[in-house]
């Protein structure tokens, strides 16, 4: 069976179970503690992917923060930051958003062979584009990554990419962090959609670790035989 990399979904929620509000601002679910937890696990991947509407909404620069953990980086023979990878159903991607003009770290773009002329004519001064097949699986989207050598992956949404690595059974950890607050707004953006996950009522994830960090709850869950491991 091709290899995969480590992967880590990584999530914050309201107490509800959304991921953002449905207006037009961001919906603040963290904190500077875990900010910076989560920076530190950047830090120890060698790529972050998010999905397009991650992408086109949060214009996210995805780079690692603290300078001391950038020169670590560098003094193991790393970019500062971890490649940047998304997916993208039609490649509609604005080629000036900081997912593509921030850091020197490699981008790579996955799009469904339909539509990859189109993305690389449009980003492919900025970022590598790949064709995905037909449909992009996360399994051979995975696979991909590993024989470009990344081993330790970090998803960082949105709620369809997480989605479709917990459906396709190709995630290693969950870490959920809580916000203490309602949505309570059903046309806000949910966690996961409904998909065939691997834990069911009867098959529960394991729940490895709780942390409190500020008023937020870090929930660390398993779901592999590979937790934990450091590749």
């Known amino acids: 069976m091709p290899e995969r990399p480590y992967t880590v979904l990584s999530c914050g929620m309201s107490i509800d179970g959304y991921l953002d509000s449905a207006g037009d601002e961001r919906l603040i679910l963290s904190n500077e503690a875990d900010l910076d937890r989560v920076d530190e696990v950047r830090a120890g991947c060698d790529a972050i992917l998010v999905g397009a509407t991650t992408v086109r909404k949060d214009n996210p620069r995805l780079l690692v923060r603290c300078p001391g953990r950038q020169l670590d980086r560098v003094a193991r023979g790393l970019k500062p930051s971890p490649l940047k990878v998304t997916v993208t159903c039609r490649g509609g991607l604005d080629p000036a958003g900081r997912f593509f003009t921030t850091g020197d770290a490699e981008k790579l773009v996955y799009t469904p062979s339909a539509y990859?002329?189109?993305?690389?004519?449009?980003?492919?001064?900025?970022?590598?584009v790949v064709d995905g097949g037909a449909r992009v699986s996360m399994r051979r989207l995975s696979e991909d990554l590993h024989l470009r050598g990344v081993r330790r992956l970090m998803v960082e949404g949105g709620g369809t990419i997480h989605t479709q690595f917990l459906a396709e059974d190709v995630a290693d950890e969950l870490q959920l962090v809580v916000a203490p607050f309602f949505v309570g707004d059903s046309a806000a953006r949910r966690f996961v959609d409904d998909g065939p996950f691997p834990f069911r009522p009867g098959s529960p994830a394991r729940l490895a670790d709780v942390r409190r960090i500020g008023e937020v709850v870090l929930l660390r869950y398993q779901l592999s035989d590979r937790f934990g491991d450091p590749e």
């Open 116 to 128: 990859a002329a189109d993305a690389r004519s449009r980003l492919g001064a900025v970022a590598t």
